[in-house]
Each structure stands twice: as structure tokens, then as C-alpha cells.
């Protein structure tokens, strides 16, 4: 009995010990393997026990709900971002990537536990498992299980949709995507009701049984393991894969296709290649983020889930944060599911005028002390001096702006979380008529170049101060 | 025999519009390459609109069609025309104000922008206090009795005026852009908007004259659609989206910037779409629309009377 | 500035050279016989034909719209030839995807310069040299000794190509907010970072001043030298062209009127009349 315990315990472990060791012995570093493993573990049980122990159940779910966006931001990022290939259909591979794992883990779990109820471990559940439980179930493996065959089946459809991409460009494949998101709505809509029992699975056609998800009255019949150490370990695998992708050669080539496709091709880049792989990386990482949704406690998986809207909320945060960033996009999808909640309290958001006004005022000071770019003979050209004040102006203007508008609102006596999507459809306008590139661009939080201005400003002054 | 002449007016009904509408993005896709996602949203505007207007109208004249009250003549056309001098205005200002900071911007650059006004449409027109979240059904201002029947087929007067409209405004748009001066300009700047320019066209005149007539007819769309139905949906209703969509789609298999190829495709998707369902599967209408585009994108991605543009290298 | 470009050319030439060996395998020659391309009505190409062996250093030049561009397109698999012949080292190239006649050899810079604008400097050079390496996408995520150590090699050599044309201080910026010649020249050291047979220049020069182009015409002689490969380049500049080149083909039409050394073109009245017109 005891054995059992250690071994529930240890499992997980040595999972992520034997997985690095396997794939170490193939691919020559164990070390590489590991890491992210064991990060993505530690987070996941901070995560859940910090977390789930602080606070309430409510903020709980909005923090599991930033982590999903976030896979989904990112995972959209490698597509729109990387290899510069517009799909506004995301939200298809993200249903896909939950019904199938939702069906794979609730028939599974008839087939496997004689019910559909979910057997939670230490580690699973967003409000976590009762006294006593093991720290990984059985249960929780069909759900891993189940999460990547999501991702796998979405990642095959993404090279399907991705196989247009090779003849059509621009705006023409943004619209094969987005019919692409409609087909799988409403190829879903079609399905079959939910099969409620043992009985009724027995009695119906082998074949139709996983296809039985619900239609168009939803599948919420999913067993709820969607934790937010799942979540969060999921995100800090994202989050490293998309970096390694970005750092390598084939990032590097997918980078390429979206800033010239031609030259990118006369440089010996397989550009078909890299395209339908963009989609395919796009769509697991979606299809996982669809996994982890559907068995979210709360959620009801419905056709909707495919449809374009969701698509436009994806969007909406890959072109905030900067297509082509990782980091930009996991802010921004935090802001864009963080800011309805923020809208909802008026009061909090009135506070940010006090970090909003010094911005301004110091911003505004430092352009008044920065001096014209250099434009002299053999001056480097884009350096400009006066681009970091802007740039503490800016996000000044917003900070300010959103506390203003909070006191307006609560003047008037105005629910702004009301205006939530206006207020995302406006900002998306601003942004591409005054910063296109988006808040990060296409560098990272921790790319020097992203600080440039900050080191035009200094080094302007410097020079200045050592002309007098 | 009488499925198939029901289906066929059906289609040809919604095809009409869809050809209507089509016609507004196709314009916009010609002059400044980028889909104009909010073009749907006029649509529903301008069916909105058409609803207040003529609500008020007929309170100011007094008539309540509840109590059995008949519309002038002359409300429709009146309705109509406000709705769409309004939605032209509202055009001209999007324009003005979203797109032509971007002109000369990155093609995406302005394919998210149009999204983004798409969304503030959609989202505003939402508001309680603008036209609300619940579908509501538009004043009758043409009588929906039967004309004559062909076989079990009824014909009403408002299917004649609804196809009659859709019909009369496109042969309108074909003189104007085919034999009048302004009608020479539009087409010279889709051609080529800095040679057009340099011959002395007043090339951003021009893409408001074009804006304004899209959405015009946009909001002839809209319209149309809400008589036809009588119902007509809330502003964020996905049906909207997909309206939209569709008639993007008749416009890109019938030829992208191609006037008379967007009234061709709308009329195709629309008898695909009526015969399909009617014949096959009701319930995949959507699919055959998108498949019919993926379809044609691969085989003839110029559309059936538009010609494959090559890069220049 | 431009003044210590050709000095620091000749310093580090050798050196680079050392580690950039084995890069290019010259040795091959670029054989094209008889190619003919047509636009719908419009003849753009008509039997276009050119012997370039190895390490040579000749040129294409005509009056606008000669198809001298087209020719580059159709060598390079943009446009593919309505019939005609084109090898490199014996292997046809016709069909061929752009990115596989990078792949055997062929390497091109652009009349209109297509810089991966975004991306740094140094990026756009690593990008190029990524053709001669094997990856995979299991390299990506296990980030593999074997990856690792081939992205290392990548980078010393991108370095070392920048040494060579001088952008190596550079290395960070974007691509695009380089000045317009070195702009161009980081084109030139994109296209070496293939590791080409052949290089295909079309012009060049274009929008050079006098002294960036005396550097340039420097820096592609030195090239040819050490690199050892078969330069072809488009350019309107005849002092360039006269000075550089080994031997000419003149387009006019699309058709082909003249072939032989630089001497003998000038003297050619058919392509003095291509020119300047008849009498």
C-alpha cells in the first residue's frame, strides 16, 4: 500500500527523468530535455498550491484563463508571427484540439473507469481533489493522453489548412482559414447527441460513439481535470518551445517567408515547407489549448468555439503584442482576458493615473531634454534620441487614459466591462494607425534591441554633454 | 417541378444580394487591395437603419400597420434612400478616418484595422441604447400578398421589388462605372493608384466616391435582406458575419475588383447555395459556399472573369 | 566611412577566406542554350543563350526592358522557361523550385533590394547560411549538441562574411535601416552565404556614389578571387561593366545581339545602334 503511495508520488518524476534520458540518448543532450520538463513542473505545482491556496475560486479560473490564452496567443504567433501567413480561423484548431480530447477522455473514461466522472489527483481540478488523494491518477494519464492526441489530430488539420497557403497569399488564405473555422463549426454542429450512459454507448454503432460530442447543444460533459498546474506547465512548454523555435535555423527561415517570401526562396529556403510547418506547430499548440479548455470546470465546449469571433479574440492579442513576439503576445493575451475584469472595478482602475501621470510628466520632460536625431555624415541612421520619451509617453497616455475613463464611468454611473470589445476594436484601430508593429514588434522582452532607444536617449546626452 | 422553381427563386433571391452586396467589397478590393471586413457590418446598418427610419416614418405619418394600417407607396423608396445616404456618410467617415492614415501601410496592416472596425461596429450597434441585443421584426412597407403563382410557386410583389431593387442598383453601378467620368477615374486608380494619380486623378476623391457607393449599397443590401426576411437579427448575430462573408466570397469566385464578375458570383453562390441545401444537406449550406471558394482559389485563383496577377520580382 | 571599406576588404579577405573555405565549391560552369519566354503576346526572352565557366566575371547589359532582369528570373526558377536549356556543373535546372537551384548553387541579388528588413543584419546573413546545414524540428526542441554546434558554426561564419564586406559592426541593426550601399553589399554577403557556384548580380551599383563605387568594384573582383566563383552581373554603369567584366552579352528585345569582350562591344555597331538608335 505504502509502495503504491511513493510510486503515485514519484511517477510524474520519473517521467520527466526517463523522457530526457530517452530523448537525450537520440538527440545528444539530456540536459536540454530536462529542464524545461522539470520548469514546467515546478511552475505547474507552485501554480497550484500558491495559488489555488491564496486565492479565491474565481480569481483561480481567470489566472487558468490567461494561461490558456496565452498558449493560444503564442500558438498563433508561430503562424501569423513567424512565417507571416494570415489565418483568422485559429479558433478551429482549438475546437478540434477540445473535442477531440474532450470525447477521447470521456468515453475513454467509460471504457477504462465504467463512468465519466473524473478521478482528480493532488494535482488536477482547478478547485483540487479531495483530503487524501493521489498526486496522479489513472485518470489524469487518459488525460494526457487525451490533451496530446488533441494537439496531434489539430496539428494534421493544420497542414491541411496550411496546403492552401502554398498557392494563395495575403488576404485570400485569411479567408480560406476563416471558412476553414466555419467548416469545422459546422461540421460539429452535426454531431450526434452526448451518449449519457453505459447503456447507451453499448447500444449505439461502435464508430459513432466518439463522433457523439453533443452538436450544437455543446459537450459539457467532459470531466474537469484542467488544473492550473496543467495549464501552466503547458504554457512554460509553449513558452520554451517557441523560443527555441524563434532562435533556430527554422525559425529563422519562417521569419524570412514572412519578410520576403521571393528572396526568402532565392535563399534556398523551402518555403512550402516551412509554411505548412507553421500551421502545423500552430494548430498543436492551439489543439492543446483546446484540450485543456474543454475540461475546464465551467466550460460547456460548443460549435462557437470554432467560429471567428473566438478567432478575432486571438487575434486581437498576437497584433497587440507584436506580431512575431512571443513575449508580446503572452502579455497581451494576460491584458486583453485580465482588462474585463479590470473594467469591472473602476476603482482599482482609477488608481493607475498614479503610475499613468508621472509617466506623462517625466516622458514629457525627458523630450524636452533629448536632442534632435543624429542626421550629420556618417551618423547611423535610425537613432532617434527622442524615441524613448515618446515610448514612456505612450503607455503613459494609455495608463492615464484608462484611469480617466474609469472615473468618467463611474461618474456617470457607466459598467465599462460593457465596452470591452469596443474598447479592443478601438485599440486595435489605434494601434495600427499609430504604432503597426504592435507593442513588442517582432523582439522579445529580453532582446538588447528592444531597449535601443532607451541607449539612443543616454548616449545622446552623453555626447551632447561631452560636445559642451 | 415545384421544388426546384421554389429553389430557383429562392436562390436567385438571395443570390441578388448577395451580388449587392458583393459588390461593395469587390470595389474596395479593386482600389486599395484589402478585404473590407466592416463592409458586413454596413450591411447591418444599414438594415437597422432602414428599421428606425421607417418606424419613425410611419409614427410621423401616423400609420399603424397593427391596426391594419397600409404604407404609402412611397415609404419604401424614401427608407431606402435615407438608409442609404446614411450608410454612404458613415462609409465616407470610416474611411476617412480608419483607412487613409494607412494608406500606402502593409496589406495586413489595414486587413486588422478593417477587422478592428468591424468590431466596434458589430459591438456598438449592440448597445442597448443603439439597436440592442434581440432580433426585431421590420414594418411590412410592401404587401407580401401573392402576385400570381407559377405551379405552387407564389410570387409576391415584395420577392418582385426585393430582386427588382437588387437589380435595378447594379445595372445603375454598371452604367456608372462603365460610361461616366467618375466611373472612368474608379477604375483607372484600381488599375494603378500612383500612375492614376500622377495622370491628375484625385486619387483619395476617388476612394471616397468608391467607399461611398460600397456602402450605399451595402445598405441597399441590408434592407433588401430585412424585408425579405421581415426579421432582422442583432447586430453581433453571427448570420451577419457569415452574410458578409458569403458575399465576399461570390466576389472573390466571380473575380475579385471585377464589377460585373461580383454580380455573377453572387448569383452562383447563391443558386449553389439554395440547391445544395435544398438537394443534399440543409444543414451544410455554409460548407458548400466555403468549399465552392477553396475550390475555385486553387483551380482559378483569379475567379472566373478576373485574370492571376504575377508578382513582380 | 566608405573610404576604409576596401582597406578593411583586404585585411580580413584571407582570413575569412580560411573560414569560409569549402563554402562555395566553385569549379562548375553555368551552360544556357537556347532559352526562349514569352508573357502572353510579349516575347521577353527569345534564345537566350551564355557559356559562363568557372570563376569568370562576365556581364549582362541592355537598354531598359532588354528582359536582362527576366533572364535572372528564369536562371533562378521564378519564371520557368518556355523551352531552352539551362545546367550548372552538367545538372539541368529547368523545373527546378527557386529554393533547389539555391540549393545547386545559383545565387542571386535583387534589382529592387529584398533585405528581410526586420531582421538583423546579422540574421539575414545566418538565415543564408542555414542552406548548406542539415535541421530538424526534433533539433529544435530536444536543442540537440548536434544543433547547437551547427548554430555555432552558422554564426562564425555569418561573422566572418560580415568581416569581409564590413558590416560587422552593424550586426544588430535591422536590415532596413542600413544605408542604401551597404544595403546592397549586405545583399552581395547574403548571397555568398549560400555558398554559390554562381552569383548573379543584377545591378549592383544602381544608386552608388562614385566612391562606393570604386569600393564596389573592388570588393566583387576580390570576391571572384577568393570566393572562386562565377560572377554574371546586370549593370547600367559602363565604367563598372568595361572595367569589371571579362565579357558581355548585350539584350535588346530579349534577343541577344552581341557576345564577345568588352573591347569588342564597344566597337559592335549593332549594339551602338541599341543604344543610341540608327542614323
Not at chain 2, 441578388?16 to 478585404?35: D, E, H
Not at chain 2, 449592440?126 to 407564389?154: E, N
Not at chain 3, 571599406?5 to 577566406?17: E, F
Request: positive net charge.
Amino acid at each position: 500500500m505504502t509502495a503504491l503511495v511513493i510510486w503515485q508520488f514519484l511517477w510524474p518524476f520519473g517521467l520527466i527523468i526517463l523522457v530526457p534520458v530517452v530523448l537525450g540518448a537520440i538527440g545528444g543532450s539530456a540536459w536540454r530535455v530536462f529542464w524545461p520538463l522539470a520548469l514546467a513542473l515546478v511552475v505547474g505545482v507552485l501554480m497550484q498550491h500558491q495559488v489555488r491556496t491564496n486565492m479565491d475560486a474565481y480569481s483561480s479560473k481567470q489566472i487558468l484563463d490567461v494561461g490558456i490564452a496565452i498558449i493560444l496567443a503564442v500558438s498563433l504567433t508561430i503562424v501569423n508571427g513567424f512565417t507571416g501567413q494570415f489565418s483568422i480561423g485559429h479558433a478551429g484548431f482549438l475546437a478540434v484540439g477540445g473535442y477531440v480530447a474532450g470525447s477521447i477522455t470521456y468515453y475513454g473514461s467509460f471504457a477504462l473507469f465504467g463512468s465519466a466522472g473524473a478521478t482528480l489527483g493532488t494535482m488536477s481540478g482547478l478547485y483540487g481533489a479531495k483530503e487524501g488523494a493521489a498526486f496522479v491518477t489513472g485518470g489524469e494519464g487518459l488525460f494526457l493522453f487525451a490533451l496530446l492526441a488533441g494537439g496531434l489530430i489539430a496539428a494534421l488539420l493544420g497542414v491541411v489548412v496550411g496546403l492552401p497557403s502554398l498557392r494563395l497569399r495575403g488576404d485570400y488564405l485569411a479567408i480560406v482559414t476563416l471558412g476553414f473555422g466555419e467548416i469545422v463549426r459546422v461540421l460539429i454542429q452535426q454531431t450526434p447527441q452526448v451518449l449519457m450512459s453505459k447503456d447507451a454507448i453499448a447500444a449505439a454503432k461502435p464508430l459513432s460513439v466518439p463522433l457523439s460530442v453533443g452538436g450544437s447543444l455543446g459537450f459539457g460533459n467532459v470531466p474537469k481535470y484542467t488544473s492550473l498546474f496543467w495549464v501552466y506547465a503547458a504554457v512554460v512548454l509553449t513558452l520554451i518551445f517557441a523560443y527555441r523555435l524563434k532562435q533556430s535555423s527554422t525559425g529563422r527561415a519562417m521569419l524570412s517567408i514572412r519578410e520576403d517570401e521571393i528572396a526568402a526562396e532565392a535563399m534556398g529556403v523551402k518555403t512550402t515547407y516551412y509554411k505548412v510547418w507553421g500551421f502545423a506547430i500552430a494548430a498543436f499548440f492551439a489543439g492543446i489549448a483546446g484540450g485543456l479548455y474543454a475540461h475546464t470546470i465551467g466550460i460547456s465546449l460548443s460549435p462557437v468555439d470554432a467560429g471567428f469571433q473566438k478567432s478575432f479574440d486571438i487575434i486581437i492579442m498576437v497584433v497587440l503584442g507584436g506580431l512575431g513576439s512571443i513575449s508580446g503576445a503572452a502579455i497581451a493575451a494576460a491584458i486583453v482576458t485580465y482588462l474585463p475584469e479590470l473594467l469591472r472595478t473602476p476603482d482599482t482602475l482609477m488608481k493607475f493615473a498614479v503610475v499613468g501621470v508621472p509617466m506623462l510628466v517625466i516622458g514629457g520632460a525627458l523630450l524636452a531634454m533629448a536632442g534632435k536625431p543624429d542626421q550629420g555624415p556618417g551618423k547611423k541612421r535610425g537613432h532617434d534620441p527622442r524615441a524613448f520619451p515618446r515610448a514612456v509617453i505612450g503607455l503613459g497616455v494609455i495608463i492615464t487614459g484608462l484611469s480617466i475613463l474609469a472615473f468618467v464611468a463611474k461618474r456617470f454611473g457607466i459598467n465599462l466591462s460593457d465596452y470591452r470589445l469596443i474598447l479592443f476594436a478601438l485599440a486595435l484601430i489605434v494601434m495600427m494607425i499609430t504604432r503597426p508593429q504592435g507593442l513588442l514588434g517582432v523582439r522579445e522582452l529580453w532582446d538588447g534591441a528592444l531597449y535601443r532607444p532607451l541607449r539612443d536617449f543616454f548616449s545622446a546626452r552623453r555626447a551632447e554633454g561631452g560636445a559642451a | 417541378m415545384d421544388t426546384l422553381l421554389q429553389t430557383l427563386k429562392d436562390a436567385l433571391t438571395i443570390g441578388s444580394l448577395y451580388a449587392l452586396i458583393a459588390l461593395g467589397y469587390t470595389m474596395v478590393y479593386g482600389i486599395l487591395k484589402f478585404i473590407n471586413f466592416a463592409h458586413s457590418d454596413i450591411v447591418v446598418l444599414g438594415g437597422w437603419l432602414s428599421l428606425v427610419i421607417a418606424t419613425k416614418l410611419l409614427a410621423w405619418l401616423g400609420v399603424d400597420l397593427a391596426a391594419g394600417g397600409v404604407a404609402s407607396w412611397w415609404v419604401g423608396p424614401v427608407v431606402l434612400t435615407l438608409a442609404m445616404a446614411c450608410c454612404g456618410l458613415i462609409g465616407f467617415t470610416i474611411e476617412r478616418l480608419a483607412y487613409k492614415p494607412l494608406r500606402g501601410a502593409p496589406r495586413l496592416n489595414v486587413l486588422i484595422t478593417a477587422i478592428g472596425v468591424s468590431l466596434f461596429l458589430q459591438n456598438s450597434g449592440q448597445l442597448q441604447f443603439i439597436f440592442g441585443t434581440s432580433p426585431r421584426k421590420i414594418p411590412s412597407l410592401i404587401s407580401d400578398a401573392t402576385l400570381f403563382s407559377i405551379g405552387d410557386v407564389q410570387v409576391r410583389l415584395l420577392d418582385l421589388v426585393v430582386v427588382g431593387t437588387a437589380v435595378a442598383l447594379m445595372l445603375a453601378l454598371e452604367y456608372l462605372v462603365f460610361h461616366t467620368k467618375i466611373g472612368r477615374a474608379m477604375r483607372a486608380v484600381s488599375y494603378d493608384v500612383r500612375t492614376a494619380g500622377l495622370m491628375g486623378i484625385p486619387v483619395d476623391r476617388v476612394i471616397s466616391f468608391t467607399f461611398i457607393l460600397g456602402s450605399s449599397l451595402a445598405a441597399a443590401g441590408g434592407f433588401l435582406w430585412a424585408l425579405n426576411f421581415s426579421v432582422i437579427k442583432q447586430p453581433a448575430d453571427t448570420s451577419w458575419v457569415l452574410l458578409g462573408l458569403k458575399a465576399f466570397v461570390a466576389a472573390v469566385v466571380g473575380g475579385i475588383g471585377n464589377v460585373r464578375g461580383a454580380m455573377l458570383g453572387g448569383l452562383a453562390i447563391g443558386l449553389l447555395e439554395g440547391f445544395g441545401s435544398t438537394y443534399v444537406n440543409p444543414a451544410l449550406r455554409d460548407v458548400y459556399v466555403f468549399a465552392a471558394l477553396i475550390l475555385v482559389l486553387l483551380v482559378k485563383p483569379g475567379g472566373i472573369l478576373g485574370k492571376a496577377v504575377v508578382e513582380k520580382v | 566611412m566608405t573610404s576604409t571599406v576596401s582597406s578593411a576588404i583586404s585585411m580580413t579577405m584571407s582570413d575569412a577566406a580560411e573560414v569560409l573555405k569549402g563554402s562555395g565549391a566553385a569549379g562548375e560552369s553555368l551552360e544556357v542554350r537556347g532559352v526562349f519566354k514569352s508573357f502572353g503576346g510579349l516575347k521577353a526572352v527569345q534564345d537566350f543563350r551564355l557559356s559562363l565557366p568557372p570563376a569568370a566575371l562576365y556581364g549582362l547589359i541592355g537598354p531598359n526592358g532588354a528582359g536582362k532582369t527576366t533572364c535572372f528570373n528564369l536562371l533562378t526558377g521564378v519564371y520557368r522557361p518556355d523551352q531552352g536549356e539551362i545546367t550548372l556543373g552538367g545538372k539541368s535546372l529547368i523545373g527546378l523550385r527557386p529554393s533547389e537551384i539555391a540549393f545547386t548553387g545559383l545565387a542571386r541579388t535583387f534589382q529592387n533590394i529584398r533585405l528581410f528588413g526586420e531582421l538583423s543584419v546579422f540574421e539575414n546573413v545566418k538565415l543564408a547560411c542555414h542552406l548548406r546545414t542539415t535541421h530538424s524540428l526534433a533539433g529544435v526542441i530536444l536543442r540537440s549538441g548536434w544543433q547547437r554546434a551547427e548554430e555555432a558554426a552558422i554564426r562564425e561564419r555569418a561573422r566572418a562574411l560580415l568581416q569581409v564586406f564590413n558590416l560587422h559592426d552593424r550586426m544588430d541593426e535591422s536590415a532596413r535601416n542600413l544605408p542604401y550601399g551597404d544595403q546592397r553589399r549586405l545583399e552581395i554577403a547574403r548571397a555568398l552565404a549560400t555558398g554559390p557556384k554562381v552569383l548573379l548580380l543584377d545591378e549592383p551599383a544602381a544608386g552608388m556614389n562614385p566612391q562606393e563605387k570604386k569600393d564596389l568594384r573592388k570588393l566583387i573582383r576580390e570576391v571572384r578571387d577568393v570566393f572562386g566563383v562565377s560572377i554574371l552581373m546586370i549593370e547600367h554603369d559602363m565604367g563598372v561593366v568595361m572595367d569589371l567584366c571579362e565579357r558581355i552579352t548585350v539584350l535588346d528585345y530579349g534577343v541577344p545581339i552581341a557576345e564577345g569582350t568588352p573591347h569588342e562591344i564597344q566597337k559592335n555597331p549593332k549594339v551602338i545602334e541599341a543604344y543610341l538608335g540608327k542614323e
